[in-house]
């Protein structure tokens, strides 16, 4: 099993839709938990950060957290075209260190 | 406010050469992280380090590969022999001292190397 696990993609939605991206972890001590965006041959991107249960929402995203189902997942509303990118779960297992990432989901906005 | 520094961004080594990749973190920035993306592949992390200390190297490959943070100058990822698999994508990502934010790393924008 992997440490941390996302939807294998790609997901493609139609502009305007919501988009979401789906991350679970099997270290059940970790305290923090990212996702960043990747476009292709770019660096990652850290677009949300979260650190207890619950939801967190900027701008049009939204992610949410659950320890006790060890899941998180990014809701992306009214998605766009400049939104279609590579987006990568992270899990640090501490308040400082290494984070942990999945293998990414490849999302695709279709005009 | 500088943004994590990488360099060089593209690096072209034929196979037995030694490749160097530098890391200047954000301003205020005192942890480092190094890690690799293969093509098609995900993130992996390699080293964790602070000034002048090397604090978690578990995802460095036993032999050719070393990293410093000194404590004056940038970071560096050093790769001695280099091999047709070391041709990835090394990006170096920094952090802020500890505490509720003190794992949110930011990436440089990388150092390709191709060995040919």
């Known amino acids: 099993q992997k440490e941390v696990e996302q939807n294998s993609g790609p997901l493609s939605v139609p502009e305007g839709a919501i988009a979401s991206l789906n991350c679970t972890y099997s270290?059940?001590?970790?305290?923090?938990f990212f996702w960043y965006r990747q476009y292709s041959g770019k660096s990652p991107e850290l677009i949300m950060s979260i650190y207890s249960n619950g939801d967190k929402e900027d701008g049009r995203f939204t992610a949410q957290l659950n320890k006790a189902s060890q899941y998180v997942s990014l809701l992306i509303r009214d998605s766009q075209p400049s939104d279609s990118a590579t987006y990568l779960c992270a899990v640090s297992p501490t308040n400082a260190g290494k984070s942990t990432f999945g293998d990414g989901t490849t999302l695709t906005v279709k005009p | 406010n500088a943004g994590v520094m990488q360099n060089p961004r593209h690096l072209v080594r034929r196979r037995g050469q030694e490749a160097r990749l530098r890391c200047s973190p954000m301003k205020g920035h005192s942890h480092v992280y190094w890690y690799r993306q293969l093509p098609e592949e995900g993130l992996k992390f390699m080293v964790y380090l602070q000034k002048e200390n090397i604090i978690d190297e578990s995802g460095m490959p036993k032999e050719r590969f070393s990293a410093e943070f000194p404590k004056e100058g940038p970071s560096i990822l050093r790769i001695q022999q280099v091999v047709r698999g070391d041709s990835a994508a090394y990006f170096c990502?920094?952090?802020?001292?500890?505490?509720?934010?003190?794992?949110?790393?930011?990436f440089g924008q990388g150092t390709r190397l191709t060995v040919v």
């Open positions: 990502a920094s952090s802020p001292s500890q505490g509720a934010s003190g794992t949110e790393a930011f």
């Open positions: 270290d059940r001590g970790s305290q923090s």
